[in-house]
């Protein structure tokens, strides 16, 4: 089974909705990343988790928070975002940071 | 840095015709290479990899991908494309200090019946 899943599958939200992006795996990964994707272009990283703890953040701006509850799941809560953070936002996972990574089918955001 | 390119936005190809998706790598080291397919509205599906072994790496969907380290180059490629195969496909390579990775900017495969 390698299936990340990812809840909502749409989102509209304004300016000043608070939302969360919910992403989940079982398959005993280790590692698992939020990846931003603009039509057309390769996803962009913002963070990633290992074991639970931030590892890496790419100055990804604070109204973007992620969140580790346990090793299975993973939330990227929205807060004041602008109409230029729409955007297909990924999720992955991998058995170690490093290793392959396999995809959720996203989350299409829409701020207005 | 470790970066890939990938030369062409778009492929056309004729279905039953072999296909073609070109990757270019520059790394220090030895290189991870990876290929992954989006369909529209999709996230992104692992297709095959290539770390070490074979310079011919099988994988998913009747894909291969020849790693060629004289020429730098890691082409995805396929005897016989189908219509179904029409999507986004992006190379990739793992960056060694960091394990990102870094993705090319992508290459639209269509496929005409």
């Known amino acids: 089974d390698t299936e990340v899943t990812q809840t909502p599958k749409h989102l509209v939200m304004g300016m000043t909705n608070k939302k969360s992006l919910k992403c989940e795996q079982h398959?005993?990964?280790?590692?698992m990343y939020w990846y931003k994707q603009k039509a057309k272009k390769p996803p962009e990283l913002m963070f990633v988790?290992?074991?639970?703890?931030?590892?890496i953040n790419e100055s990804v701006p604070s109204r973007f928070s992620p969140e580790c509850p346990n090793s299975s799941l993973l939330n990227l809560h929205l807060h004041a975002l602008q109409p230029e953070d729409s955007a297909l936002y990924l999720c992955?996972?991998?058995?170690?940071?490093?290793?392959?990574?396999?995809f959720g089918p996203g989350t299409r955001l829409l701020v207005l | 840095a470790q970066s890939v390119a990938q030369p062409e936005d778009q492929v056309n190809v004729a279905e039953g015709n072999p296909l073609t998706v070109k990757c270019t790598y520059s790394v220090s080291g030895n290189p991870y290479l990876f290929w992954y397919v989006q369909y529209p509205n999709r996230g992104l599906q692992f297709l095959l990899k290539y770390i070490t072994g074979d310079n011919l790496v099988k994988g998913s969907y009747g894909f291969e991908a020849e790693f060629n380290k004289s020429q730098t180059s890691f082409h995805l490629k396929k005897p016989s494309a189908l219509v179904s195969d029409s999507a986004l496909y992006f190379c990739?390579?793992?960056?060694?200090?960091?394990?990102?990775?870094?993705f090319g900017t992508g290459t639209r495969l269509q496929v005409f019946p």
């Open positions: 990739a390579v793992r960056q060694h200090n960091t394990d990102k990775l870094i």
């Open positions: 992955a996972s991998s058995q170690d940071q490093g290793e392959t990574q396999y």
């Open positions: 398959m005993g990964h280790r590692a």
């Open positions: 988790y290992s074991y639970e703890k931030l590892s």
